[in-house]
């Protein structure tokens, strides 16, 4: 999308919500993953399974991973990250992220009853299919590990576009758009207003071009 189609978005988006003006809708440039899944295959399994298990025999790393603050509930967390796709679990690889801490917690709170049947159940939850260059874990309907057996970074981490959403959310009088870069692409396109996402529809903008 280029500066005059951003402008044309930003005006439209304020008519619509009848704000005072384009200046009083923020457009907030995501990233993007693209969507192309692959098997995953074998190897990557043995390469997460041998992670796992030099991370059970790791010192505990007690480095606390904070949590950003953000005005975003977590339903508007999710939408955003869901117009961009995951573009951040690139860098999850074979490893997830799961450190002696993480599948320490794990472990206690599940209540396994040895590392071998945590390593199992993680091992169960690789889906069949991956999104190509992404994080082993990262399946078609996003993430395929429940929140609980996630790392803290997985958890907790927000880039720093998604830093920038938020502000005024729930004021009358203004709005942003989250556009993720692949923004033609049906579901790339995120109104944030009055303490509510909407998706916009890529033909919404497509047709205030002249
Ligand atoms: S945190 Fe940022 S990069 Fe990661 S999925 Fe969300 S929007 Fe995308
Ligand atoms: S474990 Fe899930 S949230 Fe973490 S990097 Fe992999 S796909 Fe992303």
Not at 148 to 176: H, I
């Amino acid at each position: 999308m280029n500066e005059q189609e951003k402008h044309q978005l930003r005006t439209r988006v304020a008519e619509r919500l009848r704000l005072a003006g384009p200046e009083k809708v923020d457009l907030v440039a995501l990233p993007a993953m693209k969507v192309h899944m692959e098997p995953v295959t074998l190897a990557r399994k043995d390469q997460l399974a041998a992670s796992i298990e030099a991370a059970f025999d790791a010192r505990i790393d007690r480095t606390r991973v904070r949590k950003t603050p953000t005005p975003l509930d977590d339903a508007s967390l999710l939408a955003v990250c869901r117009t961009c796709r995951g573009a951040c679990c690139k860098s999850g690889e074979n490893h997830a992220y799961l450190t002696r801490a993480v599948l320490s917690r794990v472990k206690a709170e599940q209540r396994m009853a040895n590392e071998a049947s945590l390593l199992e159940s993680y091992l169960d939850r690789v889906p069949e299919a991956a999104y190509q260059g992404s994080c082993i874990y990262h399946g078609s309907q996003g993430c395929a590990l429940p929140r609980s057996m996630r790392s803290e970074t997985c958890n907790r981490f927000l880039c720093y576009p998604l830093k920038q959403l938020g502000r005024d959310f729930s004021s009358a009088g203004y709005a942003q758009l989250a556009v993720s870069t692949v923004a033609d692409e049906e579901g790339r396109m995120l109104l944030l207003s009055d303490g509510e996402t909407r998706r916009v529809r890529p033909e919404t903008w497509k047709l205030a071009s002249p």
